[in-house]
């Protein structure tokens, strides 16, 4: 167990709906990272935040965004679902951006 | 773009063979190597490499970094089925992980 906790486990929707993804980090942790990991591009960097404030973007849709909450828990919000949006989410956290990330459980998606 | 490339991508080997995978990057503003063991779901740390020749060593896992070469390798010596998993190498830079897409290492008793 990392000590980063995800919900929920699974979560099937349809095309066109909007999901939220929850995500708190280990303790003392204010960096909290997100991924999208599916079968043919492997884990993907979509976005990290810093102590409440966005850092880094990478592959991720304007359908998505997030945010991190003063409590540094975070948010993945994916609206206008497709179905190749179906994969893993992962956040992962660590204690600043230039340590190792610790992994949460992840969030499997399936837009049907 | 910033790229990391695993080999092989997938291995069968017996039990106490030694297995060595291997990863090269290209990232750019190189801060870190990491490696990852990715069983059923989550991928769990294995190991952080930031100054080049210089060894990790965990059990019956270690790494070493080539920064001139801007390769990593990891390896298992006495396998065991337990090791069976998806290994992911990743370069670090600033702000973000950029992952290989794994080598699947699959040890038969």
């Known amino acids: 167990d990392s000590g980063v906790t995800q919900t929920p486990k699974h979560l099937i929707t349809a095309t066109g709906q909007r999901v939220t993804l929850r995500c708190s980090p280990r303790s003392g942790d204010l960096s909290v990272y997100w991924y999208q990991q599916s079968l043919d591009q492997g884990l993907q960097f979509l976005i990290q935040y810093y102590n409440g404030e966005e850092r880094a973007k990478g592959n991720i849709l304007e359908r998505f965004s997030a945010q991190q909450f003063p409590d540094l828990h975070s948010e993945l919000n994916l609206s206008s679902l497709e179905l190749g949006d179906s994969a893993l989410y992962f956040c992962?956290?660590?204690?600043?951006?230039?340590?190792?990330?610790?992994f949460g459980p992840g969030t499997r998606l399936t837009v049907t | 773009e910033d790229k990391v490339v695993q080999s092989p991508l997938s291995l069968v080997v017996h039990e106490g063979d030694t297995v060595t995978l291997n990863c090269s990057y290209e990232v750019t503003n190189f801060r870190s190597l990491l490696w990852y063991k990715q069983e059923k779901k989550a991928p769990t740390f294995l190991f952080m490499l930031?100054?080049?020749?210089i060894e990790k060593k965990s059990g019956r896992l270690s790494s070493i970094l080539d920064k001139k070469e801007l390769f990593s390798i990891l390896n298992i010596t006495a396998t065991q089925t337990g090791d069976s998993a998806v290994y992911l190498c990743?370069?670090?830079?600033?702000?973000?992980?950029?992952f290989g897409k794994g080598t699947l290492l699959t040890v038969n008793p």
């Open positions: 992962a956290s660590s204690v600043d951006q230039w340590r190792e990330q610790y």
């Open positions: 930031t100054s080049s020749g």
């Open positions: 990743a370069g670090g830079s600033n702000y973000k992980l950029t």
